[in-house]
């Protein structure tokens, strides 16, 4: 049975921001409860970075032990990762180099290459990580997600052969802002995750957040995710909130 997803909404995209850090440390912390390590996908784009730099301060910083977490990727670039359209390269300013990760803990996706050879590289990744040898997707213990005004989710795009991809854990795509060669994770990988983090903010978030959650006939990339097993959230700011209660303004 399909359980709704929780949608939290937050009076700004700072509120919203921490927000996240809270539902961000519940989520390690309860995964280190069962584990030994925390394993968490990144996303990209503009609106987590805030999230990612309040992680790095207290009292986020001090909430998990950051040793115990192994970062992924849901999706990336493949520009070189020193490139401000890197993911990679963003969190590692915002959050990893911070924190002082080791390099041990931190899996960005291959960005040099043949693009199908990189998702079956990073695919290979995950399989090495997780020990998985079989078609059982790896459950991440938490995937943070942003949302983009044409409702793609990491990269999968409206109407892209990525969205049916049933067997493959990563895939090569092309297109977004900037419109690139990118990897990202496929469905079968994010809705096998125990948590679910969908964050987005800001008036231009606010129409497709309408249809994202209200119209299911709208078939929206991002209205693919639904975990299989694990839970769900929205953390909006108002603005991108506006539409969704007949409160807009
Ligand atoms: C990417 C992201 C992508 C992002 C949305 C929203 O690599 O582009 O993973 O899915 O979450 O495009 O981006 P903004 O937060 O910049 O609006």
């Not at 989520?27 to 394993?39: C, D, K, L």
């Not at 977490?69 to 990762?81: G, I, K, Q, T």
């Not at 995950?126 to 942003?146: E, I, W």
Request: aromatic share 6%; charged share 20%.
């Amino acid at each position: 049975m399909e359980s709704k997803p929780k949608i939290i909404v937050a009076e700004n995209a700072r509120a919203a921001a921490t927000a996240a850090a809270v539902e961000f440390v519940n989520a390690v912390r309860s995964a280190q409860n069962r584990n030994e390590y925390a394993t968490v996908a990144l996303s990209g784009g503009s609106t987590p970075r805030q999230m990612h730099r309040l992680l790095t301060r207290s009292p986020y910083k001090t909430a998990i032990d950051w040793n115990r977490v192994h970062l992924f990727w849901a999706d990336d670039r493949l520009v070189p990762y020193y490139d401000n359209a890197s993911n990679f390269g963003t969190a590692c300013d915002d959050l990893i180099d911070p924190l002082q990760l080791d390099q041990e803990q931190v899996h960005p996706m291959p960005v040099t290459g043949n693009p199908t050879a990189l998702a079956d590289d990073y695919e290979g990744v995950l399989r090495a990580y997780f020990s998985r040898a079989g078609s059982q997707p790896p459950v991440f213990d938490l995937v943070c997600l942003g949302l983009g005004a044409d409702g793609h989710t990491a990269s999968l795009f409206p109407a892209n052969p990525a969205l049916k991809e049933k067997r493959r854990w990563v895939v090569a795509v092309e297109g977004g802002i900037p419109h690139v060669s990118r990897l990202t994770l496929t469905l079968p990988v994010i809705n096998n995750a125990g948590g679910i983090m969908i964050l987005a903010t800001g008036e231009s978030k606010a129409e497709i957040v309408r249809l994202a959650v209200k119209q299911p006939g709208a078939r929206l990339p991002v209205q693919n995710i639904r975990p299989t097993d694990g839970s769900m959230v929205w953390i909006l700011d108002a603005s991108a909130a506006q539409l969704l209660y007949g409160n807009a303004r």
